[in-house]
Structures are given as structure tokens and as C-alpha cells.
């Protein structure tokens, strides 16, 4: 449970969300009620995670969201859903090369004077990831355990230095009001923030690769789901503390991610600010992993079932790990940045931005479809998972995500800048979308044409027929 607990929370990356994501949704919103969306964001996940969490006692399958797509909404939706994800992370890890690319070139610059573009590092880190992504997963596990403990350190100092140093000389509680959420750019703030809980699915795509997966699955996701909202919500409280709600935005906007570091440098030493800064440039390479092999899973999961070309489900003698998925996600990869930096983007305003954007209105899609899943799933099967696992909670989640998605997509004009064109507030989120299209379409086709593919479509890897059973016994028992 511990390693999946650390793929799940190391998705999302400590240092990456409060350097990155919070300081860019202060700067883009100025929105002083931002702490508090991750608590209501990770409200609204904790309807979701029980449901999901009662639905992986039962479906065990490295693709997970479109699994239980497929056994809840029907198989056409499973390859709708998985086109959906796909999209979605695959997009976030595009946006993080660029953002990779950026941070340590100006580090490298800052510290050394080494000047080299954006995108020698972006490339550079791809190779690493691609190479990590073929090995095994514990090796990975370990990795990523290592960079997630020294970076929830940092942020630790960096909040305690924050309430110990607030501005004006006492601690502002306007970002724990709910009333200053719902203001201007709340679009843009949980946009932002849900990207802060990317990694949510992780738990249940290593499903097959745990010993215990009822028990394990279930235990990771709540895990992940509290310590997520609750320890992002104070640190991005923390910021508007040192500076104060009022002028956090503008310090922001002279700083950049200056203004994590800046405090550590002044209150604690120099070099602890430096092994931050390492930290923040480990921690966007932590995440750029754990996207990477959740995207080789979902590749690998497609490929099994038929879904995709059989070769994607291929797996390395030696480790086991989706090795053909893997090379595949790294290849993808280096086209969206090669494509970047050809028509001469910006790393972080352009490709982390936009990518980001979109994949955020992908997952809230994804959870939402997924939430409907399991009302769909136990209805048609007896258990003992109890009505509000089975209906109430899922129901509630589904109605909720609708919600936030609605916001996303018609606020999204307010995560672009004004030098981007007009039209990407309707083609990035659109993506999401045409993909969800596509898939249905897709899965129509192979019901009329592969009959025999389209029956294994997200079948539990350690059960062979789950439809045909009179009694549905959960995975692990």
C-alpha cells in the first residue's frame, strides 16, 4: 500500500503544486479564497472515492477508469473513457516537459551560467523517463519515495516559516473563506487545483501488481484523497499568509516561484532555498514519471484487450513493466515538444498551460462518467457494499463533478493569456470532447466488426467472465 500511496500523491508533486500550480493560480486569479478549494475539491473527491474504492474490490485491471467504464456504462463507453484518459495523461505530461524545461534551464543559468534553450532539458529529462519507465516498479516506487519525502520536508519549512513570519505581523484567515472562492477566476482556480489531484486514479492502474487489491486500492485512494486536499490547502494558505491575500498576487507576479523560495532563503539559509530548488525541479520530474507509467498502463490495458494494436500490450521479459506502451508514451511525447519548439512556444505560458487546462477538463469528464459507472455496476449485481457505497455516495459524486466540469469549461478562457488566441478556449477543452467521441464511435465499430474484442472489453484481469457469474465476488477473496 505504501508504494502505491507514493505513485498517487507523487503525481501530483508537493513542490511542483505550491512552486507551480499555486503560485500561477494566485497570479491568474488573484483569487484570495484559493487554500480553501482544495478542501473543497477533496470534499467533493471523497464522494467519489467510495465508490470507486467499492468498485475496485470487484474490477482489478491496469486500466482502471476504463474498466469500470466498461463494466458500469457499457463497453462502447469503456473506449470512450479510455480515449478520454489517454488524452487527458498524456496532455498534463506534455505540459510538464515544458515546465521542466524552463525551471531548470533558469536554475542552471541562475547558479552556473550555463544558457542552453528550454528544451535541451525538456528532451533530456524525456530520455531519463522513458528509460525509468521500462524498469521495474518497485525501482520506480523507490525513486519517487525518496523525492516525495524531501519535498513534503521543504514545503513543511516553508509553511512553518509562514505562520511564523505572517505579514502584518498576524495570521489572515481570508483564505479559509468559502465566500472568497466563488469570486472572480474561480474557473481558473479549480481548474488548477484538480490538477493538484491528477494522480487519483494510480492506486487502482497498479490494481494488478498488489497482492491485496480489495483491501490495498481502497485504503491508498483515501489515503492519497486527505493528504492531498488537507496538507495543499495550508501550504497555499501559507503563501497568502507571508505576503498577505491582498498582495500575494503581485509578489507573484515580480517573483514567479521566487516566492516559495524567497522566505526559505531569508528566514532559514540560503542553501536550504537552493535544495528547494533542486527539490521543486525533482519534484515536476517525479510527476513527469508517475504520469508517464500511468499512461504505459492505460496503452498496455488497451493493447491486452485488442482495443488498440495488440503490440501495445507487450510487457519486458525482464521486469515485466509495459515496455512497448512505455517507448510508445515517450515517442508521443517528443512530437508535442519538437512541435513546440519548431512554431517557437513558450515552455510554461503555452505547453504547460494549455496542456494542463485540457487535461484537467479531461479528468473531472473521466470522474464523472466514472461516478455514473458504479451506480451502473451494482445495480445490475448483488453485494454487500451497502447502498450509500453502491448509490447514495456515487450519486452525490456525480452530480458534484458535473458541476466543477461545467465551471471548467465555461470559464477556461481564464487560464489562457491575452496573447493566445481566442479560439483555444473552446479547441483545448474541446479535445476532451472529440476523443470521448471518438472512442464511442470506435467501440460501435468493433461491437459489428471484432465481436469477439468487443466482448473482452475491460474485463477484470483476474476474473474471466464477470458478466456470466450469478454471484460477483470481489477481486481478492
Known sequence: MVHLVFFTVAASAPLTVLGGG??????????KGTPISFVVLAAVLAFFAVGYAAMSRYVSNAGAFYSYLANGLGRAAGVSGSFIALVAYNTINFGLYGLFGAIFGDFLNTKFGVDAPWWVWGLGALVLVGLLGILRVDLNATVLAVLLI????????FDIISFTHPAGGAVDFAGLSVGNLFGSGVGAVLALGI??????????????EVRDPRRTVARA???????????????????????????????INEQGPGAVFGPLAQYASPMLADVANVLFITSVFAALLSFHNGVARYLFALGRERVLPEFLGRTSVRSASPIAGSLTQTFLAFVVVVLFVITGRDPVEDLFTWMSGTSAVGLVLLMTLT???????????????GVWRTLIAPSLATVLLAGVLTILVWNFNALLSPSNPSYLRWVLPGLEGLAAIIGLIWGAALRSARPEVYEGIGRSATQTNIEEQDEYVPVGV
Do not use: D, H, K, M
Not at 490538477?195 to 494488478?208: H, K, L, P, R, V
Not at 486527505?226 to 501550504?235: C, H, I, K, N, V
Not at 503563501?239 to 498582495?247: A, D, H, Q
Open 371 to 385: 461516478s455514473a459507472s458504479v451506480v451502473g455496476f451494482f445495480r445490475r449485481r448483488p453485494s454487500e457494499e
Open 195 to 208: 490538477a493538484a489531484f491528477a494522480g487519483f486514479e494510480s492506486a487502482a492502474i497498479y490494481s494488478e
Open 221 to 251: 485512494t483515501y489515503i492519497a484523497v486527505a493528504f492531498t486536499g488537507l496538507f495543499y490547502a495550508l501550504s497555499a494558505w501559507a503563501l497568502s499568509v507571508i505576503y498577505g491575500p491582498s498582495e500575494v498576487q503581485g509578489v
Open 150 to 157: 524531501a519535498e513534503i520536508l521543504a514545503v513543511c519549512v
Open 22 to 31: 499555486i503560485t500561477t493560480t494566485f497570479l491568474v486569479t488573484g483569487n
